[in-house]
């Protein structure tokens, strides 16, 4: 393995590494050894960079996480606009991309990460949890705009489109197509919708 390849962002470039890993091969051959020869560098770059294999790891998944939750305010200024359980649709089908399933398997998979992830955490899985969080979100803004029933519970229906969300792209060999998405945030949305 090369030594002394200077990396730009190394951070970023792990990442980047260990995502790969992830998708070629699953959450079991995520080592360190992995991610950096995916990334071309030495196994003590990573060492370097997090004091061990499970910081890295819970820092992957947190910063995946955060990008889901950064995509809250972009889908509440959606509100009053479009279609509800198209707008919805979209948001679970980029939720649910091949990266955040594998995030969300490797959180499943690991003890020491989902201890560390829960030390900063208690509930939800993240990446999940966030997109319950940016989901409840957008619908309590759709319920200001009289678009969703003024007593609706948005979390309760957050997590509902979520965990329905989840069960149908986990477990998959093919991505569902978006008529199964929208058929799914259609009817869990259609009592609430005004």
């Not at 398997?105 to 201890?115: F, H, I, V």
Request: glycine share 8%; proline share 4%; net charge negative.
């Amino acid at each position: 393995m090369p030594t002394g390849v200077a990396l730009r962002d190394a951070r970023e470039q792990l990442f980047a590494a260990a995502e790969r890993v992830l998708l070629r091969d699953g959450p079991n051959a995520l080592t360190s050894r992995a991610v950096a020869a995916e990334a071309g560098v030495a196994k003590g770059v990573v060492h370097r960079h997090f004091t061990d294999f499970d910081a890295f790891l819970a820092d992957l998944v947190t910063d995946r996480a955060a990008r889901v939750a950064a995509r809250g305010d972009e889908l509440a200024a959606r509100a009053g606009a479009g279609d509800v359980p198209g707008n919805v649709a979209a948001v679970l089908a980029e939720v649910f991309g091949p990266v955040a399933l594998s995030v969300v398997a490797l959180t499943a998979s690991r003890d020491g990460l989902r201890a560390r992830l829960r030390a900063a955490r208690p509930f939800g899985v993240p990446v999940l949890a966030e997109a319950a969080e940016v989901i409840a979100g957008y619908l309590a803004a759709e319920r200001d705009a009289g678009r969703i029933a003024a007593d609706t519970d948005v979390d309760v229906l957050a997590l509902t489109l979520v965990g329905a969300a989840h069960l149908l792209y986990a477990g998959r060999d093919d991505r569902p197509g978006d008529a199964e998405v929208r058929r799914i945030a259609a009817a869990s949305l259609a009592p609430a919708l005004t």
